[in-house]
């Protein structure tokens, strides 16, 4: 232990360096950071929802709700691919994960058979999450899988998770926390948002558009009437008092999507402009040339935007959709165009705001508890070990604490109310390798050894104590992240850091400055010696 190694002072200085160069930001004001140098670090702390202020949103996934979506597109899918092949249909009803389709001539079961399978990939039924199987002489089942079911959840969940994340930083919040909370929720948290209500009613609206013919050949009074054809569904207009009959089947939609901007029409009005892909753009463009003067729709979470008439074939692949739009409607839903359509409803379960004065309230309140926690360690350490061992325990704290911030701030990590309960946590665990290595100093000094033999027994028979605990303590706090969501996370992650930094600081600062004390006054007996 007495031996000077150069790499351990290296590797301080190293780490002293570090702390000071992704910490020193954080004491500094925004404006004094943009004039910095751009060549230097500028990593801060991020404050989370309770010490910064916003708002807290807990939203339940509707994954039953987009099955029987899913389960209802198989009956439209059927419907169209036997229509194209020429094949009556009797019926068509709901059976378990999929449809049984009953045909009206037996003798058309194989056609309609190689139809159905050219809709899994050219017949490769194993290959799909879909099978088709024949039942009897004029009937085929079209159905989803076990697995394919199964997977819908989690699914629809990890892709909900992206579409919220878009739309949120569309609106500019900084550092949202958007996380997963058991099988079917998601929690999201964004510090500064001051506006709950536009925050809830972005996220939440599913943003699915569509484009579909209008049937014409049907009477919409007839349907209101409760005479709905089977193939066609009644949706209200944008203004909930014009009812439209459109054709179930979905001529492009929201995944074909490019871009949209926001734009203005003939009248100069504002106006949404659209941009499809390559397939999306040839089959409108199909689709317009075999339907010139006739309208199609534009739906837009289940109303009618706007049923324009089709006056030539539309093949560019972009257009315009108008509208009763303001500008700020208009931006609003081309964000969430944008962002994505959502694959399944979201239900707000539970909301909540944070004042940014209550925020700053709690920065003081965490503030004044790590001072407090501070003051008490060192007093304790100063009254236990005396002013040499006891100061270089704070030495070793002081430099813990720059690393954590340095860490936390390189890593992005969210500074939470609960973060700084770990922060605090993490200062006594710090110190208590400290007090177990002076422990063991001072029981080997009172047996008769020598200073040198006693801090080398000191340092040598602690650390395996040292790193037993704390990785039992890595471990708790692992098990926390994993599991954990929101402060939770955060604590662990603090606690995490902490634990690794405070061994580090307790062991090789405090070895490498007694080392240099022992060789510069090579002392007879050990301070903390009884």
């Known amino acids: 232990m007495v031996q000077f190694s150069r790499w351990k002072v290296y590797l301080l200085a190293i780490a002293l360096v570090f702390g000071l160069l992704f910490s020193y930001a954080n004491a500094l004001t925004p404006a004094q950071r943009e004039a ?6 500028k990593p801060t702390l991020n404050l989370g929802l309770d010490l910064q202020g916003g708002s807290y949103l807990l939203l339940q996934v509707d994954v039953d709700a987009m099955r029987e979506k899913r389960l209802a597109n198989l009956s439209e899918d059927a419907r169209q691919t036997l229509s194209e092949a020429q094949v009556a249909v009797a019926g068509i009803v709901r059976d378990g994960n999929g449809v049984v389709i009953t045909l009206s001539n037996p003798v058309q079961i194989e056609p309609a058979t190689t139809a159905m399978r050219n809709l899994l990939g050219g017949g490769m039924a194993l290959a799909s999450d879909r099978t088709v199987t024949r039942q009897g002489d004029n009937r085929i089942r079209y159905a989803f899988t076990d697995a394919a079911m199964t997977a819908m959840g989690p699914t629809a969940v990890d892709q909900s998770i992206e579409v919220v994340r878009r739309r949120i930083d569309s609106l500019g919040t900084r550092e949202p926390s958007i996380t997963r909370q058991g099988a079917e929720r998601i929690v999201v948290q964004a510090p500064g948002e001051s506006d709950p209500t536009q925050l809830e009613r972005v996220i939440g609206q ?61 009248s100069n009005q504002p106006a949404i402009g659209f941009r499809f892909d390559g397939q999306g753009a040839r089959r409108f463009g199909e689709t317009t040339a075999n339907n010139i003067g006739r309208p199609f729709a534009i739906i837009l979470d289940g109303k009618v935007i706007s049923a324009p008439r089709i006056n030539s074939a539309i093949t560019g692949g972009s257009g315009i959709i108008e509208g009763s739009f303001t500008i700020a409607s208009a931006s609003e839903l081309v964000n969430l165009l944008n962002g994505g359509s959502l694959p399944a409803p979201l239900t707000v379960e539970e909301r909540r705001s944070v004042t940014a004065s209550l925020g700053a309230d709690a920065v003081r309140a965490g503030q004044l508890a790590t001072l407090i926690a501070f003051i008490g360690v060192l007093v304790f350490m100063f009254l236990s070990y005396g002013s040499l061992f006891g100061g270089i325990s704070v030495i070793a704290l002081l430099l813990n604490g720059l690393l954590i911030i340095a860490a936390m701030s390189i890593t992005g990590a969210t500074l939470t109310l609960p973060g700084i309960a770990g922060l605090i946590l993490t200062l006594a665990m710090a110190v208590d390798a400290n007090v177990l290595i002076y422990e063991r100093m001072r029981d080997e000094a009172n047996a008769g050894r020598s200073p040198i033999a ?77």
């Open 36 to 41: 910095l140098p751009g060549w230097l670090p």
């Open 206 to 266: 599913t943003a699915q558009l569509t484009f579909q013919m209008v049937d014409v050949e049907n009477s919409v009074q007839e349907a209101m009437a409760g005479a709905v054809p089977p193939d066609a569904e009644l949706l209200m207009g944008e203004d909930g008092v014009t009812p439209y009959l459109v054709k179930r089947r979905v001529i492009v939609s929201g995944e074909n999507l490019v871009s949209a901007s926001v734009t203005t029409d003939q």
């Open 454 to 530: 006693a801090m080398d027994a000191g340092f040598n028979r602690a650390i395996v104590t040292i790193m037993d605990a704390n990785l039992t303590t890595i471990l708790a706090a692992l098990i926390m992240f994993w599991f954990g969501a929101g402060p939770v996370r955060g604590f662990a992650w603090t606690l995490s850091i902490g634990v690794v930094t405070s061994v580090f600081t307790a062991v090789l600062v405090t070895q490498v400055l007694l080392v240099v004390w022992l060789r510069v006054r090579r002392p007879k007996t050990l301070p903390i010696a009884s």
